[in-house]
Each structure stands twice: as structure tokens, then as C-alpha cells.
Nanobody, 120 residues
């Protein structure tokens, strides 16, 4: 079992930056791919960014490319999402996920979510 705890969300203005963190505990001796999803009210959960265990393979949704950066510190068992140039449409609950192979909406391990609200 892996437990994930997100932090770093909040209320910001358009153009501001935030950094989300996701700390993993439990069976962290295994190598997990990790990623960030978000879900806005009335919308489906969508993949924002994901990273392989080593961090050398990453993926970004088109809507965040060039603005968001995923990174990880495997010593601290933590994955980060640096979000720059935030837009009101980035408002959502952001979730961290972990998976032994590829992070998808069907991944086994999820955090509880952290709210990000961007005002215009």
C-alpha cells in the first residue's frame, strides 16, 4: 500500500504561481510512476502531467505545456507540480496518483486532493 498526501493548493490570481507537493509513504521501496490529475466541477478528472520513476519520461496535457513542470525527489518520496502563469481555467481539485507502471485514471493509489482556485 502507498499513501499519498498532497499540499500546496490555495487561492491565487491569474498569472501567479503555485507549487503542489505530493508526499508518498508506505511501500515506497517499490518504484512508482507518479502523476497529477485535476477535476473541475461538472467535469471529468483529467491528466495534467505524469513522470516515470526516474523522471526522464514526462507527459503534459496540451493545456499546461510550457506553464507546468512535474518533478520528483525519490529520496524524499515526493513529486511536485510547479504551476506558473496560472489561468482561471486551471481552477480544480488537483490529485496525485501513483502506479507501478503508467499513471492513468485507473491507477490504484490516489491522494485526497488539494484545491487550486485561480481568480481573474
Amino acid at each position: 500500500q502507498v499513501q499519498l498526501v498532497e499540499s500546496g493548493g490555495g487561492l491565487v490570481q491569474a498569472g501567479d504561481s503555485l507549487r503542489l507537493s505530493c508526499a508518498a509513504s508506505g511501500r515506497t521501496s517499490s518504484r512508482y510512476a507518479m502523476g497529477w490529475f485535476r477535476q473541475a466541477p461538472g467535469k471529468e478528472r483529467e491528466l495534467v502531467a505524469r513522470s516515470s520513476w526516474s523522471g526522464d519520461i514526462t507527459y503534459y496535457a496540451d493545456s499546461v505545456k510550457g506553464r507546468f513542470t512535474i518533478s520528483r525527489d525519490n529520496v524524499k518520496n515526493t513529486v511536485y507540480l510547479q504551476m506558473n502563469s496560472l489561468k482561471p481555467e486551471d481552477t480544480a481539485v488537483y490529485y496525485c496518483a501513483a502506479d507501478p507502471l503508467l499513471v492513468t485514471t485507473r491507477s490504484r493509489y490516489w491522494g485526497q486532493g488539494t484545491q487550486v482556485t485561480v481568480s481573474s
